[in-house]
């Protein structure tokens, strides 16, 4: 386990969080929540040693193997398969020494070293390694490839395959799923489930933290504290602290208010000066209650668009990719005021591509692009946060779209965006990667679109600026299309998903539990993006049908599983709050004896019926499994 005691942590002269005593016990999924800049990786380099506590005890176990990931990769020659079988360090070691055994003619030392080898898996790692980097998403003929070859994101799936290969007892990953599309970013999820250790989780992603935690550890306003739950549950249990401190706060203000009424009143009445000089002493004393905070930083909306023709943009039999070769062929898309289309499809399948062609980025290779008179795209990539002026200010780029916004106008939008101050007059270079897709959000916004497309708009943001993206998303009046890993924006933006696969587009008839079946099927049969060329053309009503054949083949083994999930979550419910119950010290007075039996008797009985529920849900899961490689 680890042991956190009144732990205080400071960057510089700022603290980051104090007083903070929790454990961390073995094997719990622990996710760590809070604004940038909160002291989220730097609890993490307290973990690794690589930082210590400026007060209190910090206390592990012995020899615990500790994974995380490389934040860096060195331009490698050696193949990504060797290097991410480099991660298990014991393998590596036990080979190294069998090599030396081997060439100086030790039998028995080499019999002793295959033993070992034997014992850690490691005549299995190959295939093991191989099958992290299939789940990330890397196909056969790249995993031989050198390390140098690959872009910097598919270097940060080599940094993560390697943290993963280690067999480790603390995994510590710090937003994993930043550089992964929808389809790894859901084989983490089902890998991280199943991880045998203790796992710290640092994600902005919500669906990602829920289905995966059992413990949250937020930290805020300089305080470190640990809830029991998902991060569902935790957001429910903030709110009710924060509800009741802000009752306590109020409580407190009206009783220092009528003290201070005393002494002000009293002080220099020599009958009551004692008195008086005895509250001032009960003022000194008084524990001050802070006023609860919890609004988010970020305030903005989506103006109405000026224009909006119909439709605003359309693709007839367009084919779309680079060099001459198609990716994506025979695209017929219609988009009309109001529409709300979310992109799905394996990683490499084309769904960026078909974004540029609809921003006008890409030219379509053969086809028809047809914009309306009055289309205004805003057009939200990665490759955008690079195109930022590094050495000008937010307020800079702002008044480079609007020249006739008075400063104070410009000053107030920003702030919207959480860039108040002398921020909004800061060159951008050591911006942080979030407070640059903020900017170029806001940029976006300024614009007044009547078309977004978005390409992975919540890449490097926090939890409470996708929050606000997805209730200004909700309001916008215009028409969006969105490929994101964020499974919660795309649940709560759009109501139509497309599947772009197998060198085409087309309705998906289903919904992101659908899309996660489509994906295990197609894992399963072994199916691979194909150049369009050669890729197996159904038509739309065969696919429809072969999906719901699909779904309904599982639909009994995911209903199972639902019902069990739900039961495990109705239980780990009323399990928090029998412990709740249980925390509050009047409770243990004599005259509560009869209370505190039948809590401790519905605790034993939860505990009894939440035991049984896990065993279900494994049970559920494993029969999924079985059925999916059956």
Known sequence: MLNFKNITLRRGVKVLFSGATFTIHKGQKAGITGANGVGKSSFFALLRGELHQDEGEFTLPPNLEIAH????????????????????????ALQTQLAVAEQAGDGLKQAELHGALDLIGGYTAESRAARLLDGLGFLPGQMRNPVSAFSGGWRMRLNLAQALMCRSDVLLLDEPTNHLDLDAVIWLQDWLCKYPGTLLLISHDRDFLDAITSHILNIEQGNAEIYTGNYSAFEKMRAEKLAQQQAAYLKQQREIVHIQSFIDRFRAKATKARQAQSRIKALERMEIIAMAHADSPFDFSFPEPSRMPNPLLALDKADAGYAGKAVVRQVNLSIVPGDRIGLLGPNGAGKSTLIKVLAGDMAPLSGVRREAEGLKIGYFAQHQLEQLRLDESPLWHLQQLDKQATEKQLRNFLGGFDFHGEKALEPVRPFSGGEKARLVLAMLVLQNPNLLLLDEPTNHLDLEMRHALSVALQDYQGALVVVSHDRHLLRSVTDKLLLVAGGGMQDFDGDLDDYRLWLAERKKSGEQEKPAADAVKLSQKDQR????????????????????????????????????ALA?????????????????????????????????WLDAEEQLQSAQVE
Request: include cysteine; charged fraction near 40%; hydrophobic fraction near 30%.
């Open 69 to 92: 990931v490389a934040q860096e990769t060195p331009p490698e020659s050696c193949p990504a398969l060797d290097y991410v079988m480099d991660g298990d360090r014991e393998l590596r």
């Open 545 to 580: 049908k072969l999906e719901a054949e699909r779904r309904q083949k599982y639909k009994p083994y995911y209903d199972a599983l639902k019902k069990a999930e739900q039961a495990l979550e109705k239980h780990h419910s009323e399990q928090r709050r029998l412990e709740q």
């Open 584 to 616: 509050d010290p009047g409770l243990y007075a004599e005259s509560e004896k009869q209370r505190l039996k039948l809590l401790l008797d519905q605790k034993a009985e939860v505990d009894k019926a939440l035991a049984s529920a896990e065993a279900d």
